[in-house]
């Protein structure tokens, strides 16, 4: 069930790529981190694209998991003031009042900013860090998608069609769903059954000895052996 958001996840790159291309042509800034993920996941989905090495879209996949979670991290690291003070180069916050003006005119009139702002802090540090370690990276790579998705909604809504794209939101949702269709390493690998072993596609020992058979008295009787092949 990979393919699926194998397929939405470039689909998602390729339009993310198109309207950033327009977004920095017209004169949008283009900041150097944004520039990089742009970078990294176009080339990482023109890899995945194929599907003869496995382990090239496996590796692909991983590395986008992990920049995407440290931009989380970086983002929650960011409204903390860890990344420098308000104004500063690279910096979008800069502390917690401005994160928290800057949700509250993504929302309406009657939505709490500082539980959404909570929330949003919460979800970002929590999916950063299992994107970084890969764990569970299919539900990761989906719930970072739906995430990012509400996050450009949210930003369309309050400031506008181009603000996703000062922050490649596009891009990133495409750079989600491939994280969580990287698939295993091996084409080898076949699904297991419960609770035992994938298999790895060679055949054992065991499997390529001739069975016993048993005889009427419940004796273990030796398999008859091959008629040898006539000269």
């Known amino acids: 069930m990979d393919r699926p958001r194998l397929i939405g996840g470039l689909g998602w790159v390729a339009i993310g790529l198109a309207l950033q291309a327009v977004y920095w042509l017209t004169g949008g800034p283009a900041g150097a981190v944004t520039a990089a993920l742009v970078t990294v996941t176009a080339i990482a989905a023109l890899l995945m694209a194929q599907r003869r090495r496995p382990q090239i879209r496996w590796w692909a996949g991983r590395i986008v998991a992990g920049l995407l979670g440290a931009d989380f991290l970086a983002a929650v690291a960011d409204r903390f003031g860890l990344l420098g003070a308000p104004g500063a180069p690279g910096v979008s916050w800069g502390d917690w009042d401005h994160f928290l003006r800057y949700t509250d005119g993504m929302l309406p009139a009657w939505a709490p900013a500082a539980v959404a702002a909570i929330a949003a802090t919460a979800a970002e540090l929590a999916l950063g860090a299992l994107l970084l370690a890969g764990a569970w990276w299919r539900w990761t790579g989906k719930l970072a998608a739906g995430l990012l998705t509400t996050y450009g909604v949210a930003m369309i809504y309050g400031y506008g069609w181009t603000s996703p794209l000062?922050?490649?939101?596009?891009?990133?949702?495409?750079?989600?769903?491939?994280?969580?269709?990287?698939?295993?390493?091996?084409?080898?690998?076949?699904?297991?059954?419960?609770?035992?072993?994938?298999?790895?596609?060679?055949?054992?020992?065991?499997?390529?000895?001739?069975?016993?058979?048993?005889?009427?008295?419940?004796?273990?009787?030796?398999?008859?052996?091959?008629?040898s092949p006539r000269n």
């Open 166 to 227: 000062q922050y490649a939101v596009p891009v990133l949702i495409g750079a989600a769903l491939l994280a969580s269709a990287r698939g295993g390493r091996s084409a080898n690998r076949l699904p297991s059954r419960a609770g035992e072993p994938a298999s790895s596609g060679r055949r054992t020992r065991a499997a390529a000895r001739p069975t016993a058979q048993q005889n009427g008295n419940g004796r273990v009787a030796a398999a008859p052996a091959r008629p």
